[in-house]
């Protein structure tokens, strides 16, 4: 079975700053998807970031990109030029591209403040 | 679109109750998620359905939980009897799961509580 953990419960930046959140997965498929989801105050899960194993080159969206590390099993994320919008709980997921199933293994996440 | 849409956001009923969640995926989705989320056990799936049919309830904790999709644009999550430790946050999402690693939409989550 594939588990997902993320190492630091909370962290915390000052605004403007960089960040960056740790995930490290085990699994032993060759292909998957990994994905960032970010969950506010508001509780409503978004999609930040997604990553197929199968790209050697790191998915980037604005501020935010990855370092994804397939041999070691880690896929981070960094924050660039944090904003007090990007408090929230951020969760690290993993999805196994083969077979029938259809199943997200998420973290326990990790929760972010942005400090002014 | 209105997004994935979930009833009532929030819930609270005394053990023993009948507790009924609901969900309306966004249209057009074929995959439909019921999740829920407490602070011990994180983001836990508990059912999916594909077009309508259940595909895996391995997660689901116990007879005392059903889920079902009539159509496919309503499911519900129901929970008799309902006990204390059922309290969380139990969310709904669908995908079109058009290609693999297509988004999940996550609808913004009912929060029960058991007494």
């Known amino acids: 079975a594939q588990t997902v953990t993320q190492s630091q419960p909370e962290m915390s930046v000052q605004e403007a700053e960089t960040v960056t959140l740790s995930c490290t997965y085990d699994?032993?498929?060759?292909?998957?998807?990994l994905f960032w989801y970010k969950q506010p105050p508001s509780r409503q899960m978004i999609l930040v970031i997604r990553?197929?194993?199968?790209?050697?080159q790191n998915a980037t969206e604005n501020r935010f990109s990855v370092n994804f590390q397939k041999a070691a099993k880690s896929f981070s994320l960094k924050i660039s030029d944090s904003q007090l919008g990007d408090t929230a709980m951020y969760f690290c997921?993993?999805?196994?591209?083969?077979?029938?199933?259809?199943?997200?293994?998420f973290g326990k996440g990790t929760l972010l403040t942005v400090n002014p | 679109d209105a997004g994935v849409i979930q009833s009532p956001r929030h819930e609270v009923t005394e053990m023993g109750q009948e507790v009924t969640l609901r969900c309306k995926p966004i249209s057009g989705h074929d995959y439909l998620f019921w999740y829920r989320q407490t602070m011990m056990r994180g983001l836990e799936l508990l059912i999916y359905f594909n077009n309508n049919v259940p595909i895996d309830d391995s997660g689901m904790p116990e007879d005392r939980f059903s889920a079902k999709m009539p159509n496919a644009s309503f499911s519900t999550l129901k929970i008799q009897p309902s006990e204390p430790r059922d309290s969380a946050v139990y969310f709904c999402?669908?995908?079109?799961?058009?290609?693999?690693?297509?988004?999940?939409?996550f609808g913004p989550g009912t929060r029960l509580t058991v007494l």
């Open positions: 997921a993993f999805e196994d591209s083969g077979g029938s199933n259809y199943k997200l293994t």
């Open positions: 999402a669908s995908s079109p799961r058009l290609a693999v690693g297509d988004e999940q939409f």
């Open positions: 990553q197929e194993a199968y790209k050697q």
């Open positions: 699994t032993s498929e060759s292909n998957y998807y």
